[in-house]
């Protein structure tokens, strides 16, 4: 397999981390916020179970996750934000989908249209691209810490749909409902995982070479900064050669 189609992954392979840790919390906060909407006890609400795992994985501080639930609740005034995906096109024909939290819609659709005119990209209908992707859990395990056979096993049991084995890093992807439960299972049995999400994963992706490739990841990630972006999908596939030419280009 050996190629890089999960924007995430690429992200930690290119060494590029969001500019700040300002930024990552600014993300964090928004999910908890609209998470809360659907009650602030975590124990009956998984997507804010998940976003409070994901603030304290952030070392975010107690009291501003204690906002974050308040404000999603009502309890504290604060902007409110509109969710919403936007679809797109980007170099080579690959489909890109992004899910936005916004306070004003027309001004974020504007700015991410404009960022896709200038990267090689342009937005697309509402429909054209999110038929490709389907929502699943994602968790990557570095091959180095776990035997194959002894993860299959403890993954396959705990609820996982499928492991795809890459060169360096087993990709386990599950139902979201089986998600929690799967990651669980790796936890309890000592596993670290380098990446544990609910996201949209492509059906079947587009072989990018050099040029397009480079394109493709100077557009991600300038979508990805963007602060109205939370999450961006694209199904691109890069081989490691290419990946290896763009990164030593660049």
Same mark, same amino acid.
């Given at each position: 397999m050996g190629g890089h189609s999960h924007w995430a992954t690429v992200k930690? &392979? %290119?060494g590029a981390q969001d500019a700040k840790r300002g930024k990552i919390f600014t993300r964090i906060?928004? !999910? +908890?916020?609209?998470a809360a909407r659907s009650g602030a006890d975590p124990d009956g609400n998984p997507r804010l179970r998940l976003a409070i795992s994901k603030a304290k994985e952030a070392n975010m501080p107690g009291d501003t996750l204690k906002k974050a639930i308040q404000r999603g609740t009502g309890e504290l005034p604060g902007l409110v934000y509109e969710e919403f995906t936007l679809e797109a096109y980007g170099p080579g024909g690959t489909g890109i989908l992004m899910e936005i939290t916004s306070d004003n819609r027309n001004r974020t659709v504007a700015e991410l249209r404009n960022l896709l005119t200038k990267n090689h990209g342009n937005m697309a209908e509402a429909g054209a691209v999110s038929w490709q992707f389907h929502k699943k859990g994602l968790l990557t395990v570095e091959k180095h810490s776990v035997d194959e056979d002894t993860l299959l096993s403890l993954v396959l049991d705990a609820g996982a749909e499928d492991v795809k084995v890459g060169e360096k890093s087993f990709e386990i992807l599950?139902?979201? &409902?089986?998600? !929690?439960? +799967? %990651? %669980?299972a790796i936890g309890d049995a000592k596993i670290h995982t380098t990446l544990a999400d609910v996201t949209f994963v492509p059906q079947n992706t587009i072989r990018l070479e050099e040029k397009s490739a480079e394109q493709m990841l100077k557009l991600m990630e300038v979508l990805d900064e963007h602060d109205d972006v939370q999450k961006v999908h694209a199904n691109f596939d890069i081989s490691d050669e290419v990946m290896e030419k763009v990164a030593a280009a660049g």
């Open positions: 930690r &392979h %290119k906060i928004r !999910e +908890v916020a609209i599950t139902d979201p &409902h089986y998600f !929690e439960q +799967v %990651k %669980k």
